[in-house]
């Protein structure tokens, strides 16, 4: 397995102090196949279990332990905070533009000696080699991580993500983006934290990987590096999920849902949740205690396209106005914190349970010789679950996943919305969808609310307070800001520009969790994907359109029918239900124009693209929603 470096490594061009590591190298294993690198996660002994130790101030720290299971590998942190993404992990060693913290700011010196002690420990390591595209196997850029051996677990689940590739496949390159691991550097230089440090130039983009959880790295790592290059060349990969939707009467519609965590992106591929009896539940008052039900002889079929990192290079465009999108990643990182018992979602269990190929697991209580089981998530130190299961699961287990590229129709937009009364008045009062014009569609994707006790985790006390106590926070710029490098307002710019070059798309807003005092989960966003589906691509008459009475929600529909049974008006108008009412509803929308107003001044530099600062001026004079529409027509 020691790799012939002439015949493999010869062929990438790079920087002299890299190649001297992979000089001094004891070891430079180069794997000819996944299963060469499956087995190297197991430790030279091949398992069952590997603990993966480092040297630390003399003493043997473990960072993780490897089990082999009969369907895959169970990788765990001893720790729980080596468990999730710290949000807090991302540093900037260069000196580019960019609204993130920079290293020298934060650590009162440059990344360089650190650098350069970082080379030194990996030229003193076997070490495992693997290139890879970037972006995924179609488009992707050519890459190259550099890895300790014993941490090979950590190079397969980057693979799993980016697709398997060859030295002998890509020939000779120069690299786009460089991928370095060196976990025992979270303790002598970082105080235990994740720490990913990104140095960017115009040709090479170099993320330096301190911790060993994939997140923030081989992950949302690469996914940084998919927006500095899209940035540079002007596109975007966008923070979204997207389906095919099919409807009974064979008609196709390609959605493109977005949002903050939490927003939907999940559970737009998935199918509508259905009672015992078949019945839909589309929601239930709270202070009632009454549920509300439909029932739909037949729902669309499904085929999800992509699941979080959505590619809109230009490379696959048509031309026609309408945006086309492609998946980024040839696995998808499946979060499987709701799968609690047996039975929960099918095909998703028969992927995990009786996959192709064995499969990673993170987070997963696996038995070394046993089943791991998606349910069966490892326990946190206080004995509750761990709330961050993960399963790399390749898109080609994915039942009915679409390979090519799609047009999508509609970009729908999700976010999660509190319970609001009379009482207790809140900003949970968008109904069950809202159509909206490319201006409006552009500030909520500048914002990205999170809301009603948002899950995701890892995040900082003064965040997790405001989430608990229905506040909001920004996730920032297409939800996709938090793995940017560069800066808010070129991503605005670029944002904006997706929004009125593709022209013949239609934008729509939709809430989970509730509507006014409905809790509703995913109902709305599942009803709002079948409705639009069976009107043909979402087309939508004016004459069906009223304005809401909150103008960011834009335009409300007059009313929803699906299998000839009407939604109730009180869910498209939640001002109408007798327990929320006008003034509890005007509240609620005052508090959505003033975080708006407050979270938009931060854009309006001399930077902006003038139709933005346009956009965003009238947002905070509370415009009607005919002004948004004037700037950037409504395509119906």
Same mark, same amino acid.
């Given at each position: 397995?020691?790799?012939?470096?002439?015949?493999?490594?010869?062929?990438?061009?790079?920087?002299?102090?890299?190649?001297?590591?992979?000089?001094?190298?004891?070891?430079?294993?180069?794997? $000819?196949?996944?299963?060469?690198?499956?087995?190297?996660?197991?430790?030279?002994?091949?398992?069952?279990?590997?603990?993966? =130790?480092?040297?630390?101030?003399?003493?043997?720290?473990?960072?993780?332990?490897?089990?082999?299971?009969?369907?895959?590998?169970?990788?765990?942190?001893? =720790?729980?905070?080596?468990?999730?993404?710290?949000?807090?992990?991302m540093r900037i060693a260069d000196g580019l533009p960019t609204d993130k913290p920079r290293y020298r700011d934060v650590y009162g010196e440059k990344f360089d000696p650190v650098r350069a002690e970082t080379l030194a420990w990996l030229a003193t390591q076997e070490l495992v080699v693997v290139p890879f595209r970037a972006g995924g196997?179609?488009?992707?850029?050519?890459?190259?991580?550099?890895?300790?051996?014993?941490?090979?677990?950590?190079?397969?689940?980057?693979?799993?993500?980016?697709?398997?590739?060859?030295?002998?496949?890509?020939?000779?390159?120069?690299? $786009?983006?460089?991928?370095?691991?060196?976990?025992?550097?979270? /303790?002598?230089?970082?105080?235990?934290? *994740?720490?990913?440090?990104?140095?960017?130039?115009?040709?090479? /983009?170099?993320?330096?990987?301190?911790?060993?959880?994939?997140?923030?790295?081989?992950?949302?790592?690469?996914?940084?590096?998919?927006?500095?290059?899209g940035e540079q060349e002007g596109w975007l990969t966008a923070h979204a999920s997207s389906v095919r939707v099919t409807t009974p009467y064979e008609n196709e519609t390609v959605i493109m849902h977005e949002g903050a965590s939490g927003g939907g992106k999940s559970e737009m591929c998935q199918e509508i949740r259905r009672e015992d009896?078949?019945?839909?539940?589309?929601?239930?008052?709270?202070?009632?205690?009454?549920?509300?039900?439909?029932?739909?002889?037949?729902?669309?079929?499904?085929?999800?396209?992509?699941?979080?990192?959505?590619?809109?290079?230009?490379?696959?465009?048509?031309?026609?106005?309408?945006?086309?999108?492609?998946?980024?990643?040839?696995?998808?990182?499946? $979060?499987?914190?709701?799968?609690?018992?047996?039975?929960?979602?099918a095909a998703l269990e028969r992927a995990i349970i009786e996959p192709e190929q064995p499969l990673v697991f993170l987070s997963i209580d696996g038995v070394p010789g046993a089943t791991a089981l998606p349910w069966e998530h490892t326990l946190d130190s206080t004995g509750r679950r761990c709330p961050n299961p993960r399963v790399v699961?390749?898109?080609?287990?994915?039942?009915?996943?679409?390979?090519?590229?799609?047009?999508?129709?509609?970009? %729908?937009?999700?976010?999660?919305?509190?319970?609001?009364?009379?009482?207790?008045?809140?900003?949970?009062?968008?109904?069950?969808?809202?159509?909206?014009?490319?201006?409006?569609?552009?500030?909520?994707?500048?914002?990205?609310?999170?809301?009603?006790?948002?899950?995701?985790?890892?995040?900082?006390?003064?965040?997790?307070?405001?989430?608990?106590?229905?506040?909001?926070?920004?996730?920032?710029?297409?939800?996709?800001?938090?793995? &940017? %490098?560069?800066?808010?307002?070129?991503?605005?710019?670029?944002?904006?520009?997706?929004?009125?070059?593709?022209?013949?798309?239609?934008?729509?807003?939709?809430?989970?969790?509730?509507?006014?005092?409905?809790?509703?989960?995913?109902?709305?966003?599942?009803?709002?994907?079948?409705?639009?589906?069976?009107?043909?691509?979402?087309?939508? $008459?004016?004459?069906?359109?009223?304005?809401?009475?909150?103008?960011?929600?834009?335009?409300?529909?007059?009313?929803?029918?699906?299998?000839?049974?009407?939604?109730?008006?009180?869910?498209?108008?939640?001002?109408?239900? &007798?327990?929320?009412?006008?003034?509890?509803?005007? !509240?609620?929308?005052?508090?959505?124009?003033?975080?708006? !107003?407050?979270?938009?001044? *931060?854009?309006?530099?001399?930077?902006?693209?003038?139709?933005?600062? *346009?956009?965003?001026?009238?947002?905070?004079?509370?415009?009607?929603?005919?002004?948004?529409? =004037?700037?950037?027509?409504?395509?119906?």
């Amino acid at each position: 397995m020691t790799a012939d470096l002439t015949l493999d490594l010869s062929c990438v061009h790079l920087a002299r102090d890299v190649r001297a590591v992979l000089d001094a190298s004891p070891r430079v294993i180069v794997p $000819r196949s996944r299963a060469e690198l499956y087995e190297l996660a197991l430790g030279p002994d091949g398992g069952p279990t590997f603990a993966v =130790e480092y040297d630390v101030d003399g003493a043997p720290y473990r960072e993780a332990d490897v089990a082999r299971c009969r369907n895959g590998l169970a990788v765990n942190y001893p =720790e729980d905070y080596m468990r999730r993404r710290d949000p807090d992990c991302m540093r900037i060693a260069d000196g580019l533009p960019t609204d993130k913290p920079r290293y020298r700011d934060v650590y009162g010196e440059k990344f360089d000696p650190v650098r350069a002690e970082t080379l030194a420990w990996l030229a003193t390591q076997e070490l495992v080699v693997v290139p890879f595209r970037a972006g995924g196997p179609a488009v992707g850029y050519p890459s190259l991580a550099i890895c300790p051996a014993n941490a090979a677990f950590f190079a397969l689940t980057l693979v799993d993500l980016q697709g398997w590739v060859t030295f002998d496949e890509l020939g000779p390159f120069d690299p $786009r983006s460089i991928l370095y691991v060196a976990p025992p550097f979270r /303790h002598t230089r970082f105080g235990g934290r *994740q720490v990913v440090v990104h140095d960017r130039s115009e040709r090479l /983009h170099e993320v330096w990987a301190y911790n060993l959880y994939p997140g923030p790295s081989a992950k949302k790592g690469v996914f940084s590096v998919l927006l500095d290059i899209g940035e540079q060349e002007g596109w975007l990969t966008a923070h979204a999920s997207s389906v095919r939707v099919t409807t009974p009467y064979e008609n196709e519609t390609v959605i493109m849902h977005e949002g903050a965590s939490g927003g939907g992106k999940s559970e737009m591929c998935q199918e509508i949740r259905r009672e015992d009896d078949g019945r839909i539940l589309v929601g239930t008052n709270l202070v009632r205690d009454e549920p509300y039900h439909l029932t739909l002889g037949e729902t669309s079929a499904l085929a999800p396209v992509t699941d979080d990192m959505t590619l809109c290079h230009p490379s696959v465009q048509v031309g026609d106005g309408r945006l086309t999108v492609s998946d980024a990643e040839a696995g998808w990182f499946v $979060r499987v914190d709701n799968l609690t018992s047996y039975g929960e979602d099918a095909a998703l269990e028969r992927a995990i349970i009786e996959p192709e190929q064995p499969l990673v697991f993170l987070s997963i209580d696996g038995v070394p010789g046993a089943t791991a089981l998606p349910w069966e998530h490892t326990l946190d130190s206080t004995g509750r679950r761990c709330p961050n299961p993960r399963v790399v699961i390749p898109r080609s287990s994915v039942k009915n996943v679409v390979a090519e590229p799609q047009q999508v129709d509609v970009r %729908t937009f999700g976010v999660r919305m509190p319970l609001c009364t009379r009482d207790a008045p809140t900003y949970g009062i968008m109904g069950v969808m809202h159509v909206v014009p490319p201006a409006l569609a552009w500030i909520w994707r500048l914002i990205a609310p999170r809301g009603d006790k948002n899950p995701s985790i890892g995040e900082s006390a003064d965040v997790t307070a405001a989430l608990a106590h229905g506040g909001m926070v920004a996730e920032g710029v297409g939800s996709y800001w938090p793995f &940017s %490098t560069g800066t808010k307002v070129a991503a605005a710019n670029l944002l904006l520009r997706q929004l009125v070059t593709y022209d013949r798309t239609r934008y729509v807003l939709t809430p989970n969790q509730h509507i006014g005092a409905y809790q509703v989960g995913f109902s709305a966003e599942w009803l709002t994907r079948e409705y639009l589906a069976r009107r043909g691509g979402g087309r939508i $008459r004016r004459e069906q359109l009223a304005p809401a009475r909150c103008s960011l929600f834009g335009y409300r529909p007059t009313e929803m029918k699906l299998d000839g049974q009407q939604i109730r008006p009180t869910l498209l108008q939640p001002e109408y239900q &007798s327990h929320v009412g006008p003034e509890a509803y005007d !509240a609620g929308a005052a508090v959505l124009q003033g975080f708006f !107003a407050s979270e938009l001044q *931060q854009f309006l530099t001399d930077d902006l693209d003038p139709l933005g600062r *346009q956009i965003i001026e009238l947002c905070l004079a509370g415009a009607p929603v005919e002004a948004y529409e =004037e700037l950037t027509p409504l395509h119906l």
